[in-house]
């Protein structure tokens, strides 16, 4: 998604240096060719060899060194850049940088460069809201550099305000979109769910079901490689999120589930339900461990939400919902039945009684039912490619 895209990523001297590493090592797996400018104050925190062994590039920072891999190297890097990140964005740097101040190799390159430059602040809040900074990050953007907002929360200093670096992954999602504009789906949030819930029974047993989140997470991915700008919502899996997801947020039971896509679901354009929710959830969950004394054990279940159901209940007009039926018997009908409660877009049946089709597997076998009635079979296929098929008929749903 960021295939052979030239990005210098700019490290200055604050506590979040951490987060840059995490930063570059997600750009890198998005194909992005990722090359890190230090500050001296960045290396009190972390070192040049972290960052070359993650980008696999070098890493420049000291303007005097022997040229060792570019030529004249502030302006080799400045003509390279098809954007700079400067993440994070000390108070200090954005001060040079408004200023024309170029000392350093950053701020060097920075003066340099004619390509997009995006600056994420992240500071103490009253260094923050200074009126000093205020006007240098308004003199910045006023030029055209691209600032990503500052988050609000506990910072390390020990307060609680606004000054904090925003998650990698929504810097990294920041410099997607702005890549990915024009793609089918740039603009457009989308929401899916993805692997199986787990109901806890006691401190160490749980209902769940064998759901790998594959499914789901081969939806996501497809997503964002089309430019949406795209929230998972997971229950327990082994696979790693796709890159360039907006956000990822993990949870467990059902419940979890509904609270992460309900307080969601306003902002989704698109939203795909390919969890595999548990239906019931034990009425009371034991203290401890239950122990095995008795010959035989009954379980009292009660219902859990039914998310999907829910968000037909509450969709807009110009939402898309498609849900997934995982059925054992009569598919069509089955499935039928829950496109009409539900108030779906469109429904994919999911027949997991089919080798290689269903929970765990690479590959899945559906068909896609529509409200008009229509059916449309796919033949086995991997997983990756049904969720392009997907997308393919969210896409003419969009076009109506
Ligand atoms: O994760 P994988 O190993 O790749 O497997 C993929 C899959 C088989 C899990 C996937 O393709 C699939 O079929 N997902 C839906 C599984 C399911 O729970 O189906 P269902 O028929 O029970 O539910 C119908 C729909 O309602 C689903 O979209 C489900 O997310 C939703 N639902 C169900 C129950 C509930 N309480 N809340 C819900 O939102």
């Known amino acids: 998604m960021l295939d052979g895209k030239k990005i210098v990523l700019g490290v200055t001297g604050g506590i979040a240096v951490y987060k840059a590493v995490e ?24 070192t040049e060899l972290t960052f070359r062994e993650i980008t696999g590039n070098p890493v420049s920072s000291d303007m005097f060194a022997p040229v060792a891999h570019y030529n004249v190297e502030h302006i ?6 098809d954007v700079m990140l400067i993440a994070p964005a000390t108070a200090n740097v954005i001060a040079k940088i408004a200023h024309g101040v170029a000392d350093d190799m950053l701020t060097t390159t920075a003066l340099a460069t004619v390509a997009p430059i995006f600056f994420a602040p992240s500071m ?16 910045l953007t006023s030029r055209g550099l691209h600032l990503i907002e500052p988050a609000s929360g506990h910072l390390a200093c020990g307060t609680s305000g606004k000054g904090r670096l925003p998650e990698p992954c929504e810097i990294v999602s920041v410099i ?17 769910t993805a692997a199986g819930t787990r109901e806890p029974i006691d401190p160490v047993r749980y209902i769940g079901n064998r759901s790998s989140g594959r499914m789901g997470y081969a939806l996501a991915g497809e997503a964002v ?23 990822f947020i993990k949870v467990e039971t059902a419940g979890e589930m509904r609270a992460a ?3 969601r679901f306003r902002d989704a354009d698109i939203v795909i339900k390919a969890a595999a929710v548990a ?46 039926a995982a059925e054992t018997q009569n598919l069509i009908e089955n499935a039928k039945a829950k496109l ?23 590959t899945n076998l559906i068909k896609i039912l529509s409200r008009d009635g229509g059916v449309e079979e796919f033949p086995l296929m991997k997983k990756s490619d049904l969720a392009k098929k997907i997308f393919e008929r969210i896409e003419k749903v969009m076009e109506k």
């Open 23 to 46: 930063i570059a090592s997600r750009l890198r797996k998005l194909g992005a060719d990722v090359h890190v400018i230090m500050t001296r104050a960045a290396k009190e925190f972390v």
């Open 76 to 81: 080799a890097l400045a003509n390279l850049a």
């Open 124 to 139: 103490n809040s009253n260094m923050l809201s200074n009126v000093a900074t205020q006007e240098n990050i308004k003199t």
């Open 176 to 192: 997607d979109s702005f890549f990915n504009e024009g793609k089918s789906l740039s603009g457009k949030n989308v929401l899916v």
């Open 225 to 247: 490689s089309r430019g949406a700008s795209v929230v998972l919502v997971s229950g327990p899996s082994s696979l790693e999120a796709p890159e360039g997801l907006k956000e």
């Open 261 to 263: 896509v309900m307080s």
């Open 279 to 324: 239906d019931y959830r034990a009425k009371v969950i034991a203290e401890n461990k239950i122990k095995k004394n008795a010959e035989e054990w009954t379980l009292s279940l009660e219902k859990n939400p039914d998310i999907l159901k829910e968000l037909g209940e509450k969709k807009r007009g110009n939402q898309i919902l498609v849900g997934f």
């Open 340 to 362: 009409e409660k539900k108030n779906l877009d469109f429904i994919v049946a999911n027949d997991v009684t089919k080798p290689n089709a269903g929970f765990n597997t690479e």
